[in-house]
């Protein structure tokens, strides 16, 4: 397992962007696909991006196409989520998560980190 903790973030208006960061203890995050979930008040945790070992490949949410943009910094053990053009609807805790297998099934993620709070404003 790796240790993940989230940040980034916090209250902002319908149209705004944020991007949330995911620091990576360790020393094999290269060996992970990484991938973001959320979940807002009410709902079950859904599956928002994912990004591939060598970050070659990303998977998104249709939700959230062309919109957020997940990427990796190898040198700094850290997964960002850019989240532009955000709806009231976008509002949920937001986790972290690696996976051993692969980056594309949401099923195989078994490393989650302790969630942090996005709310987005009309």
């Known amino acids: 397992q790796v240790q993940l903790v989230e940040s980034g973030g916090g209250l902002v208006q319908a149209g705004g962007s944020l991007r949330l960061s995911c620091a990576a203890s360790g020393r094999t995050f290269y060996t992970y696909a990484m991938g973001w979930f959320r979940q807002a008040p009410g709902k079950e945790r859904e599956f928002v991006a994912a990004i591939s070992r060598s970050g070659g490949s990303t998977y998104y949410a249709d939700s959230v196409k062309g919109r957020f943009t997940i990427t990796r910094d190898y040198a700094k053990n850290t997964v960002y989520l850019q989240m532009n053009s955000l709806k009231p609807e976008d509002t949920a805790v937001y986790y972290c998560?690696?996976?051993?297998?692969?980056?594309?099934?949401?099923?195989?993620?078994?490393?989650w980190g302790q969630g942090t709070q996005v709310t987005v404003s009309s």
């Open positions: 998560a690696a996976s051993g297998g692969a980056y594309y099934r949401p099923g195989e993620y078994d490393s």
